[in-house]
């Protein structure tokens, strides 16, 4: 089976900062796609940004950025200019045949 | 409406009741998912909807019995049901079905169920 793993529990941030959250994954599949997913405190879980496995230029979504190394099977989410809004669970997933999703990263904004 | 819809949002229950929470989505997606979640822990796959038929049961407990009406509506009814299944149960959509590997999840907010 797949794993995904998020080897930082938590992660804090100056606000208008830069933070990276680390993901790493293991799998045999050659088709499939990355996600982070935004879990705020409201619980409801938001896509961030997604990443197809075959192309190889980074996805961006405005301040949401991915560095994305398939040989190393890394995935980190860069969040430059961080807002307070941004303070939330951040979860990796992976998507091949299923959804896998990895233990979570807790960000906080400092003010 | 790009919007999964749980209702309700917060449900407290005895061990002897039974309840049934309720997901509804008006996207057209063909793919509907029961999660559950701990607290600060990742969702747990339940159940999987593909095309109104039951696609994936992730070995459920059947005090847990999901029902998919038709294409917009996913029940999860509940009987008997133990402390430790005090969770927050997430529905879920996606426009593809699920074997789709480049699918996409839409969450609702999510159902807090306290069994006392």
């Known amino acids: 089976a797949q794993t995904v793993t998020q080897s930082q529990p938590e992660m804090s941030v100056q606000e208008a900062e830069t933070v990276t959250l680390s993901c790493t994954y293991d799998?045999?599949?050659?088709?499939?796609?990355l996600f982070w997913y935004k879990q705020p405190p409201s619980r409801q879980m938001i896509l961030v940004i997604r990443?197809?496995?075959?192309?190889?230029q980074n996805a961006t979504e405005n301040r949401f950025s991915v560095n994305f190394q398939k040989a190393a099977k890394s995935f980190s989410l860069k969040i430059s200019d961080s807002q307070l809004g941004d303070a939330a669970m951040y979860f990796c997933?992976?998507?091949?045949?299923?959804?896998?999703f990895g233990t979570g990263t807790s960000l906080t904004v400092i003010p | 409406d790009t919007e999964v819809t749980q209702t309700p949002k917060h449900l407290v229950m005895g061990m002897t009741n039974k309840k049934s929470l309720k997901c509804e989505q008006h996207?057209?997606?063909?793919?509907m998912y029961w999660y559950k979640q701990k607290a600060k822990k990742p969702p747990e796959l339940m159940f999987v909807?593909?095309?109104?038929?039951?696609?994936i049961n992730e070995s459920v407990p059947s005090r847990f019995s999901p029902e998919c009406p038709n294409s917009s509506l996913l029940n999860l009814h509940l009987h008997a049901l133990q402390p430790e299944d005090s969770a927050l149960y997430l529905c879920?959509?996606?426009?593809?079905?699920?074997?789709?590997?480049?699918?996409?999840?839409?969450f609702g907010s999510g159902t807090q169920l306290s069994v006392l």
């Open positions: 879920a959509s996606s426009p593809l079905p699920p074997t789709a590997f480049n699918e996409k999840l839409f």
């Open positions: 799998t045999s599949e050659s088709d499939y796609y």
């Open positions: 990443q197809e496995a075959y192309k190889q």
């Open positions: 997933a992976y998507k091949g045949n299923q959804f896998y």
């Open positions: 996207m057209g997606h063909r793919a």
């Open positions: 909807y593909s095309y109104e038929k039951l696609s």
